[in-house]
């Protein structure tokens, strides 16, 4: 019982940082996929989908949380200077 109170307070931390920093009109996947990009060097559609934590959703959901995070402006992407195949998607500061 302990933990799912622990687990609920540290929920509720969450909702509050996330309503502090703005994001909190984005869906839970734009919210994670923000969050690899952001904590991650070099981070793109592949390798999102390659990560543990992301192969509970499709490929199209990724590309379409990515999709809204470009046209929110919140992440850029430009082509990778080693695989020109890949966009490399940073936070906007």
Same mark, same amino acid.
């Given at each position: 019982? &302990?933990?799912?109170?622990?687990?609920?307070?540290?929920?509720? %931390? +969450?909702? /509050?940082?996330? $309503?502090?920093? =703005?994001?909190?009109?984005?869906?839970?996947?734009?919210?994670?996929?923000?969050?690899?990009?952001?904590?991650?060097?070099?981070?793109?559609?592949? &390798?999102?989908?390659?990560?543990?934590?992301?192969?509970?959703? %499709? +490929?199209? /959901?990724?590309? $379409?949380?990515? =999709?809204?995070?470009?046209?929110?402006?919140?992440?850029?992407?430009?082509?990778?200077?080693?695989?020109?195949?890949?966009?490399?998607?940073?936070?906007?500061?």
């Amino acid at each position: 019982m &302990k933990a799912l109170e622990k687990l609920f307070e540290l929920r509720r %931390s +969450l909702d /509050t940082y996330e $309503r502090e920093m =703005g994001f909190d009109q984005l869906s839970e996947v734009e919210k994670s996929v923000l969050e690899f990009v952001m904590h991650s060097k070099d981070a793109n559609i592949t &390798k999102i989908t390659k990560d543990q934590y992301f192969m509970k959703y %499709s +490929l199209s /959901t990724i590309k $379409r949380a990515v =999709g809204v995070l470009l046209t929110e402006n919140i992440i850029t992407a430009t082509q990778s200077s080693v695989d020109k195949r890949a966009m490399v998607l940073e936070y906007n500061k």
